[in-house]
């Protein structure tokens, strides 16, 4: 390509590539949240990439699983955004206090900042139930960050990816039971999409 070829400068922008993933590998991811085995059967084979073993997950007896690795595996701010299309999927399982969490983590992942971060945080601790919606705004208040806006005090970092795992297991325990495979099939479609972004 001669000089004259090039695209002008304004148009040479270098981005760096999206890391979808909070770890670069499963191991490490295991080693830095040891409760992610806690909360799982199944473990990853040695040098298995993330998409190979998300499949897999889909594939076993225990699919839910597949719901709770990529809760864990996802940095948090995708992950809840990831979380709320979930829900999202599932209106006729979700509640006036369901909806009303849901407009504030949109708000929040609109603007993602930490006085919008403490507020959701306040109005999840304040709700009179801890339904779907409350655990995917609380997933927000713990996404990273202080605690509380005086308690420099660090979250601890499987807080939100819990928070995101029981909000949407429990959205879908909402559904029939007929319904239920089809929409996990949904969400873990959705999942795998976020792993190819890296």
Same mark, same amino acid.
């Given at each position: 390509?001669?000089?004259?070829?090039?695209?002008?400068?304004?148009?040479?922008?270098?981005?760096?590539?999206?890391?979808?993933?909070?770890?670069?590998?499963?191991?490490?991811?295991?080693?830095?949240?040891?409760?992610?085995?806690?909360?799982?059967?199944?473990?990853?084979?040695?040098?298995?990439?993330?998409?190979?073993?998300?499949?897999?997950?889909r594939?076993?007896?225990?699919?839910?699983?597949?719901?709770?690795?990529?809760?864990?595996?996802?940095?948090?701010k995708?992950?809840?955004w990831?979380?709320?299309?979930?829900?999202?999927?599932?209106?006729?399982?979700?509640?006036?206090?369901?909806?009303?969490?849901?407009?504030?983590?949109? #708000?929040? !992942?609109?603007?993602? /900042?930490? &006085?919008?971060? =403490? %507020?959701?945080?306040?109005?999840?601790?304040?709700?009179? +139930?801890?339904?779907?919606?409350?655990?995917?705004?609380?997933?927000?208040?713990?996404?990273? #960050?202080? !605690?509380?806006?005086? /308690?420099? &005090?660090?979250? =601890? %970092?499987?807080?939100?990816?819990?928070?995101?795992?029981? +909000?949407?297991?429990?959205?879908?325990?909402?559904?029939?039971?007929?319904?239920?495979?089809?929409?996990?099939?949904?969400?873990? /479609?959705? &999942?795998?999409?976020?792993?190819?972004?890296y």
């Amino acid at each position: 390509m001669s000089p004259d070829d090039a695209p002008p400068l304004d148009e040479e922008k270098t981005r760096p590539p999206a890391v979808a993933t909070r770890y670069e590998t499963l191991a490490d991811l295991y080693v830095a949240i040891p409760q992610l085995a806690e909360v799982t059967q199944q473990r990853p084979r040695p040098e298995e990439e993330a998409l190979d073993y998300l499949m897999r997950l889909r594939q076993s007896t225990t699919p839910e699983e597949a719901i709770t690795f990529t809760a864990f595996a996802i940095q948090p701010k995708l992950a809840i955004w990831w979380g709320h299309e979930c829900l999202r999927n599932m209106p006729d399982a979700l509640t006036p206090l369901d909806r009303q969490m849901m407009e504030l983590v949109a #708000g929040w !992942i609109g603007r993602p /900042d930490d &006085a919008m971060r =403490h %507020h959701v945080m306040r109005e999840a601790l304040w709700a009179p +139930a801890k339904s779907p919606g409350v655990h995917l705004a609380l997933a927000v208040g713990w996404s990273g #960050g202080s !605690i509380a806006p005086n /308690d420099p &005090a660090p979250v =601890h %970092h499987s807080r939100a990816p819990r928070a995101i795992n029981t +909000a949407i297991l429990s959205c879908l325990a909402r559904a029939d039971l007929s319904r239920r495979p089809i929409f996990l099939a949904r969400f873990i /479609d959705m &999942a795998e999409s976020l792993f190819k972004v890296y």
